[in-house]
């Protein structure tokens, strides 16, 4: 009888605690300190039900008298808004987590369905070549001739027109994460189709074949793993250019309206104020999205030093 | 009927500068069983010829004519359906470098198992005792151990006895080995020479052994082929064609093993190198570099640069040279007169 042990074999963690990656990272005191608040950021904005003092969306606790009131360090402040409060007199403290969680959603949203698209398509394009490569690679270069603004532009004035603005504002974090992520898939599609065509012609491939194994799955389970390095690091800028985008378009005011801001939004909507003297409803924001996209995207720089040393910019 | 029917094989790959014929004509069995070399310099087509026997030439290159059968049944105008069912199951193949055969980010276990998976109903505990069982036979040491490794953790000799464990997983009736050796240590590839005949012998598994190393094929081997540019020149049973080639190409290559040499002296070698394909000469692709190539007054014989020889039997062996050709027709002469 054959029995097969594993006893040998070394857990995820500990392949984790022995890899480069783990190494590299006990030794960058930044990526240390961008992943700590990227953490921290991420844990604050899902968790903001919890910490959040008030609830912004319930209008009922909103009190129009108390608009306008500074952070605490700034004289005239009430101690009850650590961050004062904004224009409809919600906590910004509040909102602010709120619109953290909102952006950071759409951030991920966007990034999984480009990667989703980007990916398989890159794929088919890289390995099964000929046609399928030429149809998609021109369907890719269509797409990016048209700016992720013009097209958020277009589709936003569409639908809004067509079904109402109170339908936008009801669905409006899936149709951000819909409009950034048809937008930028080729991104993805481009550099994985690269990566794919070095894989290709390597001998696992032909191996595979030779095992009479379908294309299908060798695409999928062959040569997708031996590419996720790049597809790892574009991800991460991908991540910021998404809460980025859905912040440019907050702020031109397609993004998410203002009764379920994100930070885009909130920086518009204080934008209005900047002149009159209360600039931390604009600012406090901004600053919380500066540092958002910061720490993703040194994380990102310093994946991409790991897992292609021939990158570094030494 | 032989196990595998190759005939009149043509193969070609479309390029910019036109077609090039990469294997023209090739004609060869082999039994239930049989082991068969493969021997010539590098892109004499030896390795298109394994390629295209699973009908997984890749782009430029198409089979253009003739047949590879298979059991009976042709492979070239096999479905892609009918085909996988064949590759990897029936007639599996071993590649020259271990280091780029198995894939770097799935453990041995995992790539067994799928290929095990790809052609039978079974569940991953069955396919893991399976390969568990392969890997004893080809005698790694702790075959538990290496179902959960990665290939990068594995020496060279230790991947390639896998990848031949793979070849044998499914109980094919042919292995065809491109290479199998070239990539590893000279004292490795002994071991895993012998081992890969044991283990045919054993199963009374068909091989094609695909290599330069004629010392290799008249051991393992009972027949063989040489090519040259594309083309069977010389082939029969193993141990005639090594004792006695008759083809010039074939001395050469004999000529050319270092053991053949006079201590002392330097290693003899065939003048030249093996014309481009998109470029053949005349007649004889060899005749540039033929040591037989003038007679007595100096002249080239006519048919060697006009004429593309045949195949003229001579013996167990089939050769195809005109000098070999003109030789056997004196010496029937001779006999007639007598």
Redesign the interface.
């Known amino acids: 009888m ?5 006893s ?2 070394p857990s995820r963690w500990e392949r984790l605690r022995d890899s480069f990656l783990w190494y590299s990272f006990k030794r960058d005191r930044t990526a240390q300190l961008c992943l700590a608040v990227f953490i921290c950021l991420v844990i604050a904005a899902f968790s903001a039900p919890l910490l959040a003092p008030t609830d912004p969306y319930d209008l009922a606790q909103i009190d129009i008298l108390a608009s306008e009131l500074p952070p605490f360090w700034i004289d005239g402040a009430d101690e009850m808004y650590t961050l004062g409060t904004d224009a409809q007199g919600r906590d910004l403290l509040s909102i602010i987590l709120y619109g953290t969680r909102v952006s950071l959603l759409i951030g991920f949203g966007a990034v999984a369905l480009q990667a989703l698209l980007g990916v398989t398509f890159g794929l088919m394009a890289g390995y099964l ?1 000929g046609r399928v490569d030429a149809f998609l690679m021109r369907l890719a270069d269509i797409q990016l001739s048209f700016s992720t603004l013009m097209v958020a532009i277009v589709v936003g004035a569409v639908v809004k027109a067509t079904m109402g603005s109170a339908f936008y504002s009801q669905y409006a974090v899936l149709m951000l994460i819909l409009i950034i992520g048809l937008a930028e898939w080729p991104q993805y599609a481009r550099t994985v189709r690269a990566s794919v065509l070095a894989e290709k012609n ?3 491939v ?9 294309s299908r ?1 060798i695409m999928f ?2 040569v997708l ?2 590419t ?1 390095s790049p597809i790892f690091v574009i991800s991460t800028v991908q991540i910021a250019n998404a809460i980025i985008s859905e912040a440019a378009l907050s702020f031109l005011g397609l993004g998410m309206p203002e009764t379920h801001p994100s930070l885009g939004s909130l920086i518009k909507a204080g934008f209005d104020y900047i002149q009159s003297g209360s600039w931390w409803i604009t600012l406090i924001p901004g600053a919380v999205l500066v540092v958002l996209v910061l720490s993703i995207n040194l994380l990102g720089d310093w994946l991409r030093d790991v897992m292609n040393p021939r990158l570094y910019k030494g | 009927m032989a196990l595998l029917e190759v005939s009149h094989l043509d193969v070609r790959f479309a390029l910019r500068q036109g077609e090039v014929r990469a294997l023209r004509d090739v004609n060869f069995t082999l039994e239930r069983g049989e082991r068969l070399g493969i021997v010539g310099e590098s892109g004499a087509g030896k390795s298109v010829a394994a390629f295209s026997l699973l009908n997984l030439i890749a782009k430029p290159g198409f089979i253009a004519g003739g047949s590879i059968k298979f059991e009976g049944k042709e492979l070239n105008s096999m479905s892609e359906r009918g085909l996988r069912k064949v590759r990897g199951n029936r007639i599996s193949m071993i590649f020259q470098d271990p280091m780029m055969t198995l894939n770097p980010v799935l453990s041995i276990g995992e790539q067994m198992v799928e290929c095990l998976k790809a052609h039978r109903r079974i569940s991953t505990k069955e396919a893991r005792a399976i390969a568990l069982d392969k890997l004893r036979q080809v005698q790694i040491p702790s075959p538990e151990k290496r179902l959960d490794q990665y290939p990068h953790e594995l020496s060279g000799g230790m991947r390639q006895r896998i990848i031949i464990a793979i070849a044998l997983l499914l109980d094919p009736d042919i292995i065809i080995a491109d290479e199998p050796t070239t990539a590893l240590d000279v004292t490795i590839q002994a071991e895993i020479m012998a081992l890969l005949l044991e283990l045919c012998e054993q199963h009374n598994v068909g091989l094609i052994l695909i290599t330069h190393d004629l010392g290799v094929v008249s051991q393992v081997t009972q027949r063989m082929l040489v090519m040259y540019a594309g083309r069977v020149i010389e082939q029969g049973p193993s141990r005639e064609i090594i004792n006695d080639p008759q083809h010039p190409y074939t001395q050469g290559l004999i000529n050319a093993l270092p053991q053949m040499a006079t201590p002392g002296e330097k290693l003899n070698q065939i003048r030249g190198s093996m014309p481009s394909l998109s470029n053949l000469p005349s007649g004889c692709a060899f005749h540039p570099r033929c040591d037989f190539i003038n007679r007595a007054d100096g002249q080239p014989r006519p048919a060697c640069t006009q004429q593309v020889p045949d195949f003229v039997e001579s013996g167990n062996c089939r050769v195809a040279c005109h000098m070999v050709a003109e030789m056997l027709e004196d010496r029937r002469l001779k006999e007639e007169t007598l």
């Open positions: 054959t029995t097969s042990t594993t040998t074999a070549g390597k001998e696992y032909d191996a595979a074949r030779v095992m009479g194994l379908r799955r389970r062959h793993p031996n996720l």
